[in-house]
């Protein structure tokens, strides 16, 4: 007879309201109260959800033998923040063809074209800050990430559509762990952006819109899935979305480099040699220490026993993610901001989980991790090493409830000068 625990569980109908109210620490809080890795609670209208967190955790999450995505994700997230039938959402073999798609674009090549973009962006918009009394550096960084975005992939910007489409790409992913106003404007902001793309992918496959045969744009039009078929233009849209939304939310990062930077000088003092192991430790560090997105989201593919606890097909299961990063079995000091705990930390896919674990191109992983890295590094090179500032008096705190979370001033800057 196989051994088997009693699974704690958080009595009560539905515990959405705490899970609104608590945010980040929803999780981790229950963890330090049942003094264990998982729990059973109920959420979004009293569904049965099961709570995991740390690197066992992650790794049993991540076996696709016992977990599915497709019909996980709820409705409100793929309204606003994956779209409908996008990679995220899909197993099996149509998981790995459209994530290979992905991948194909994150060779060494195409990521220093992404930076390349992206510093360019950057100091020509430092022309611009130079002359303003002070900016709002989220503002501003999500108009460069917007541009660098589009033109990374090969989508046409025109200018006068610029701050729509900062707007569109920004709500979608403002919108993601929402409720009211900001569900509905990234709900509505989706619908106009898919509209947007889907129109674009139709007009390259007419040939009344050329794009270069490596560009983002082209290999989504063009992708044809496992029956040779082109993707629904719709759907294609929803997965260039998936290139051009993260990066623009990538600035939620940026804002925490910033706010590190000024938070903690003795380590910005580290990065003006602007070695590239520095900014490195100081990345990662930023990505393990602040909060981005909270969870990811499975549902059990069939019945299976873990350490002794039941897990039933259909259940909904998060991985607590924040959590995993901060967790004391893990991480020496968790709460302290401590890039050096990365130098010579050997690489492991389940307990550093900021993008979620496992493996690349098999599992959920974000594609654009690197991606992401790189932008940081460099925007961390920008701040350090390529233009002065001051930090004037603001509200610098940042929510544990807000999803994603942000600086209640969004980092402003002033008297900018480029170096």
């Not at 307990?351 to 991606?371: K, M, T, V």
Request: aromatic content about 12%.
């Amino acid at each position: 007879m196989p051994y088997r625990e009693e699974m704690p569980v958080e009595k009560g109908m539905d515990h959405t309201l705490s899970f609104l109210t608590e945010g980040y620490m929803y999780i981790s809080n229950r963890m330090k109260k049942y003094d264990r890795e998982i729990f059973q609670t109920r959420l979004l209208g009293g569904k049965k959800i099961i709570c995991l967190a740390g690197k066992d955790a992650a790794k049993v999450f991540y076996d696709n033998e016992k977990f599915k995505r497709q019909g996980a994700a709820p409705e409100r997230v793929l309204k606003t923040l994956f779209g409908q039938q996008g990679v995220q959402t899909l197993d099996g073999t149509k998981h790995r063809r459209r994530k290979q798609l992905f991948m194909s674009l994150m060779t060494g090549e195409r990521l220093r074209e992404a930076s390349g973009i992206f510093k360019r962006e950057w100091l020509e918009a430092l022309n611009q800050w130079e002359t303003a009394d002070e900016i709002v550096l989220y503002d501003e960084v999500r108009k460069i990430l917007t541009k660098t975005a589009c033109k990374w992939a090969g989508v046409p910007l025109p200018e006068h559509k610029m701050q729509e489409r900062v707007v569109q790409l920004s709500a979608m992913f403002e919108g993601g762990g929402a409720i009211g106003g900001r569900y509905i404007r990234g709900k509505h902001a989706r619908k106009q952006a898919e509209q947007w793309i889907s129109d674009m992918i139709n007009r390259v496959r007419s040939g009344d819109l050329k794009a270069s045969d490596n560009s983002a744009l082209y290999r989504f039009a063009m992708f044809q899935d496992e029956k040779g078929e082109f993707l629904r233009a719709e759907i294609a849209a929803v997965e260039l979305i998936n290139v051009l939304r993260p990066i623009v939310a990538i600035s939620v990062y940026i804002v925490f480099c910033a706010l590190a930077l000024y938070a903690f000088p003795a380590e910005k003092k580290k990065l003006e040699s602007g070695e590239a192991e520095a900014l490195e430790l100081f990345t990662q560090e930023v990505r393990r220490f602040y909060p981005f997105f909270p969870t990811a989201v499975a549902k059990v593919k069939k019945d299976f026993l873990w350490k002794g606890f039941d897990f039933k097909e259909g259940t909904m299961v998060l991985l607590d993610l924040y959590g995993t990063n901060h967790d004391a079995s893990l991480w020496e000091k968790p709460d302290s901001f401590w890039p050096e705990r990365f130098r010579n930390r050997k690489e492991d896919a389940y307990d550093f989980i900021p993008q979620g674990g496992g493996d690349y191109h098999q599992d959920h992983r974000c594609p654009g991790e690197w991606l992401t890295i790189d932008l940081m590094k460099t925007t961390l090179d920008l701040l350090a090493n390529h233009m002065t500032y001051t930090v004037p008096k603001q509200n610098l705190k940042y929510s544990m409830i807000r999803m994603p979370s942000l600086p209640k001033s969004r980092f402003i800057i002033a008297e900018v000068s480029k170096v």
